[in-house]
């Protein structure tokens, strides 16, 4: 398990070939279309080594989208009269897939949904069979993107677990950390070489670069505290003012999790799917009850209760903070506001 | 993977019965195994090619449960289609979910149940429970208001329940029509310190929120605990298992956490309307 190999960028499309055998792999790519104005790489399908952005710094949308889709087919149903025939529309999900060059944030994401979708009071098969599937080969970053907080919320430059595989570019190789048996066998191919201390070092070289760029560590626990006793304080103001209620953090976040179900039927329904979406706690009607009386109808409330959730319940629940400091929400937000001004704001 | 946790189990409307003319109660026969429910649960209701909507199981009968009720108002875009629904349709059923009401804990305490509107269904499985084993419990109330004598569920029940001794029934009318005899009045007006001593009693409070809130205030006036005032939560609970975030109030998630709260695990909470 604490297997530590030297992968040559010159045999890298070896080791991409034998994933390839056995599982669609995925990763960060400027090679699957998309906007061609939009500067980031997207999570999507690497045919060979040379697809993969290597040095990327993030994505708009994270490995989420392939963990936990968007607009997921659930079943469908078709209506004969009085009967009803139903249809299992997650077979597809039997294939295995490999995450490659997920970088830390997004590795502690990934254990955010794997501890609320397979929680022992809970379990949604649907995603516990895909992630049952899914190898994570995650990627250490080489630089940052200025929105980037890893650090802050324990998640990053390094990790630590939640992968099978972590690479860490040394320029003209990869260090190669197994963190399970499943990537440790992997690892057994020849084209691996011993890794040495001088690898080690340089590892810790890069990993130190990069957390010396990321912004000043808060105090966390501060933060939480003061959270406690400042749910009415005037400091929300400014930011649940400038608030669009978009919900684009929410698409964004790699552990905002919250979705509806809903059906898409034929004109005269009888015949339809069911379907999972995601949905987002910024959205007004999310939290309609009968009567569509909203319980969260400030807007307000909407915005304080995404980062209560991320910060104070979700840790209650899962035992870890929902946030990973990837800096997509800032990045993302119309309106732009930054997570870190308001942790800045609730540490005073 | 044959089935998965979102796909429903196929279910037969065998009874249907008019309660009021927005709501009415479906029997419902699960076609393959029967449900094993507390009461206070709920299930996630399929209407083929409209949507699916948590409702809290009212009633269930035959040992084993092979047929259960819940009684359903027209409310919004998918229960309104459930006046399509006839004996013999087919439909989904996914749960029970969420915790019910602490039987054990009820025992040897008056037991107080105030109802508003179609919440008397959330709370009327507890009732047949707690009359089936009567010796089991102190005094018990049911007290009940609907806004017109026609909007009044189970009624011919509730005649009957209330002419039985060991049980008091009281009804109430927001407004009333000709042939009512009734009271007319808010529910709260039926909680009195008489009837209600605080030290033995645990209390049960189910309707629409603004009911909730009165009746708390009362409740808490005549001395009963917050620990022992339980609260039957409706939410728009779309995945019923604790993931989707549609319930949550604060921390807690109605699906998962309740819908059976007691006031003091959800009276002080930030978000809490109580």
Request: aromatic share 8%.
């Amino acid at each position: 398990m604490n297997a530590e190999k030297i992968l040559l960028h010159s045999d890298s499309q070896k080791f991409l070939d034998d994933l390839q055998r056995n599982a669609e792999v995925l990763g960060p790519t400027r090679k699957a279309g998309g906007t061609s104005s939009y500067s980031n790489p997207i999570f999507a399908a690497i045919k060979k080594w040379g697809d993969l952005e290597i040095g990327y710094k993030s994505s708009m949308l994270s490995p989420k989208k392939i963990l936990f889709p968007d607009n997921q087919d659930l079943y469908g149903y078709q209506v004969e009269t009085d009967t009803v025939r139903l249809e299992n529309l997650t077979a597809h999900l039997d294939r295995e897939v490999v995450l490659l060059g997920i970088h830390s944030c997004d590795i502690a994401a990934i254990s955010c949904l794997d501890r609320l979708f397979m929680h022992d009071r809970y379990r949604d098969d649907v995603y516990a069979a895909r992630r049952g599937k899914t190898t994570i080969i995650g990627l250490t970053c080489s630089e940052p993107h200025e929105q980037c907080f890893c650090n802050i919320m324990g998640a990053g430059p390094d990790a630590s677990s939640g992968y099978d595989l972590l690479m860490t570019d040394l320029g003209d190789r990869f260090l190669i950390k197994a963190g399970t048996k499943k990537g440790a066998d992997l690892l057994e191919a020849g084209y691996f070489k011993e890794a040495g201390d001088e690898d080690r070092r340089q590892r810790e070289k890069i990993i130190r670069k990069v957390e010396e760029s990321l912004p000043a560590k808060k105090d966390l626990k501060r933060i939480t505290n003061n959270m406690l006793v400042k749910y009415d304080d005037d400091l929300w103001k400014e930011f649940a003012d400038a608030c669009r209620s978009c919900g684009a953090c929410n698409m964004v976040c790699p552990t905002c999790h919250c979705f509806a179900i809903m059906d898409k039927t034929n004109p005269d329904r009888t015949k339809g799917r069911r379907v999972l979406v995601w949905d987002a706690c910024h959205f007004e009607r999310f939290s309609q009850i009968a009567g569509n009386i909203s319980v969260r109808g400030e807007k307000n409330q909407r915005y304080k209760h995404r980062l209560y959730d991320k910060l104070l319940y979700d840790p209650q629940r899962y035992d870890t903070i929902f946030c990973v400091g990837c800096g997509r929400c800032a990045e993302f937000c119309p309106a732009h506001i930054n997570l870190l001004a308001v942790l800045a704001k609730l540490e005073e | 993977m044959q089935k998965h946790v979102y796909m429903p189990d196929l279910a037969r409307v065998v009874e249907i019965r008019e309660e009021t003319a927005r709501s009415r109660s479906l029997i419902i026969a699960p076609e393959k195994e029967a449900i094993v429910c507390e009461a206070g649960q709920f299930i996630e209701l399929t209407v083929f090619g409209h949507g699916e909507f948590p409702v809290s199981v009212a009633d269930v009968f035959d040992e084993g449960a092979h047929r259960f009720m819940v009684t359903i108002q027209e409310i919004g875009k998918v229960t309104r289609e459930v006046s399509r629904l006839r004996q013999g349709s087919q439909i989904g059923i996914r749960g029970p979910f969420g915790h019910g009401f602490p039987l054990e804990v009820f025992k040897g305490w008056d037991v107080h149940i105030v109802a508003g509107g179609v919440g008397l269904s959330a709370v009327w499985l507890l009732l047949k429970q707690l009359m089936k084993n009567r010796e089991k419990y102190g005094r018990l109330n049911l007290l009940h208001g609907a806004r017109t004598p026609s909007d009044m569920i189970y009624r011919d029940e509730l005649s009957v329940m209330a002419d039985r001794a060991n049980i008091n029934v009281a009804l109430t009318v927001d407004r009333g029509e000709s042939g009512w005899a009734g009271r007319v009045g808010l529910v709260t007006e039926l909680l009195r310190g008489d009837m209600i001593n605080p030290d033995k009693s645990v209390a049960v409070v189910c309707g629409p929120g603004v009911m909730m809130k009165a009746t708390i205030v009362e409740l808490e006036k005549l001395g009963v605990p917050q620990d022992r005032i339980y609260l039957s939560l409706e939410r728009r609970m779309q995945c019923g298992m604790g993931a989707c975030g549609h319930c949550m109030i604060g921390p807690k998630r109605v699906c998962l956490d309740g819908p059976v709260f007691p006031l003091s695990e959800i009276g002080n909470l930030q978000e809490s309307s109580l």
